[in-house]
């Protein structure tokens, strides 16, 4: 048996899904778990919805408008004839959303979120499903909510470990006796009392290692619009390179340092069995794209960039001359840990201690004006944190040209280097 995962960018149109559809062909072989999240950045107008709803903005009628019809002409560019049964089921859903953004706000702003968010992975999976029945394949359709169970944190949920590899192993793999093809939802789960949670954004990469990890499956693909695993980010970089073979202790590491290549809690369920994860282009799906097993011989080969803008450089000294020693030290963290932040570089001197975190506006000037009583704090905005691994000083040098070095860190695999 193998998962599948398909993200938004590559069910986005209907054009799109007729690829999947081809790609899913070539594998008539198979026994194959397909995650879907929703179609396009329909999560992003969720979210805008369920703000609009909870502000009791009318706005939010438009928007579900928008997303309706967005959903509607796919389908119908789809699926021409005897569509009947299957645009009842469609309507039926968006008369849930819409029913439920009519009635006035009741219950927690996450809560709310996860029920309303929820519907783009019902909608995109509803309407791949009817595409391959359509097409007479031999799938069924299935709500991940059933299955993943977790705590009741509604936009960031923790997996209840024991209960979904039951209902998993129990219930959905036996259904695989009569079915080739099920089709789930990513990024959506139920907590133990049947609410409707999310596991974070991004998360169906995390969904496909979930089913993976309990199915006991041979292999995940992630299908992306990159041709694998790529050494930096498109975005910033021209010359990228593919790396074909990497270990899940270096991606897991990448994903660590910003690297937005999967979801950071994929690998671990993945590497617990020994899952091999393929990363491969929807694009181009006979390519080789890159493949993220246990090995680590190929890792140092090619030097990762990784790059994080919008850096601010926190420096806490002392107000006395005194050190800035252990208990200075946990007085900081539990103080970052109080205003929510997170550190992304560390370094300390006998009477200052350095911190590179993201700019996280209020909250992290809340921290700064805190600390002051007790502390000099001086702050510096805009930075840039570079990460390099398996990096040399020939790499490094042509990178900072005639930048300014803040602060730098080094061990042997990797150079971290603040920068404006
Ligand atoms: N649809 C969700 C999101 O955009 C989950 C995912 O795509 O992985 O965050
Ligand atoms: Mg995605």
């Not at 969720?46 to 009318?58: P, Q, T, V």
């Amino acid at each position: 048996m193998k998962v599948f995962k398909f993200g938004g960018a590559s069910v986005k149109s209907a054009q799109a899904v007729r690829n999947v559809e081809k790609i899913i062909s070539k594998f008539s072989n198979d026994k194959i778990m397909i995650v879907i999240s929703a179609m396009d950045k329909t999560t992003n107008t969720l979210e805008k919805l369920c703000n609009n709803y909870i502000n009791n903005d009318n706005e939010k009628f438009e928007i579900y408008n928008k997303v309706k019809d967005f959903h509607f002409d796919i389908f119908n560019e789809l699926i021409k004839d005897n569509k009947v049964e299957f645009e009842n089921i469609l309507k039926f859903e968006f008369e849930k959303l819409e029913s439920i953004i009519s009635k006035e706000n009741e219950s927690s702003a996450a809560k709310s979120y996860a029920q309303i968010v929820s519907f783009g992975e019902l909608f995109s999976t509803l309407i791949i499903y009817f595409y391959l029945k359509h097409n007479n394949y031999n799938c069924r359709w299935e709500l991940a909510g059933n299955y993943i169970i977790t705590d009741d944190n509604y936009k960031e949920a923790k997996v209840n470990w024991n209960l979904s590899n039951d209902k998993i192993k129990n219930i959905l793999e036996p259904k695989f006796d009569s079915s080739e093809i099920i089709i789930s939802q990513g990024f959506i789960s139920k907590s133990d009392s049947g609410t409707t949670t999310t596991l974070g954004r991004e998360g169906s990469d995390y969904s496909a290692a979930i089913f993976a990890y309990c199915l006991d499956a041979e292999c995940v693909y992630i299908w992306k619009d990159v041709p694998g695993l790529l050494n930096a980010d498109p975005k910033f970089f021209e010359n990228t390179q593919k790396l074909d073979y990497i270990s899940y202790r270096e991606t897991i590491e990448l994903a660590y340092y910003g690297a937005s290549i999967i979801h950071p809690k994929t690998i671990q369920p993945l590497q617990n069995k020994n899952i091999p994860l393929y990363i491969k282009s929807f694009k181009s799906p006979d390519e080789k794209g890159s493949i993220i097993q246990s090995k680590t011989y190929a890792d140092s080969l090619i030097p990762s960039y990784i790059f994080k803008k919008e850096q601010v450089l926190i420096s806490i000294s002392s107000k006395d001359f005194s050190f800035i020693a252990e208990d200075n030290l946990s007085h900081i963290f539990n103080k970052m840990t109080e205003y929510g932040l997170k550190a992304n570089l560390m370094q300390n001197s006998a009477i200052s201690f350095s911190i590179c975190m993201d700019d996280m506006g209020e909250d992290m000037l809340n921290f700064i004006n805190d600390l002051q009583s007790d502390f000099i704090v001086k702050y510096n905005e805009r930075m840039e944190l570079w990460t390099i691994r398996h990096y040399n000083q020939e790499v490094i040098n042509n990178l900072i040209g005639k930048r300014k070095i803040y602060l730098e860190q080094k061990n042997r695999t990797t150079v971290q280097l603040l920068i404006r």
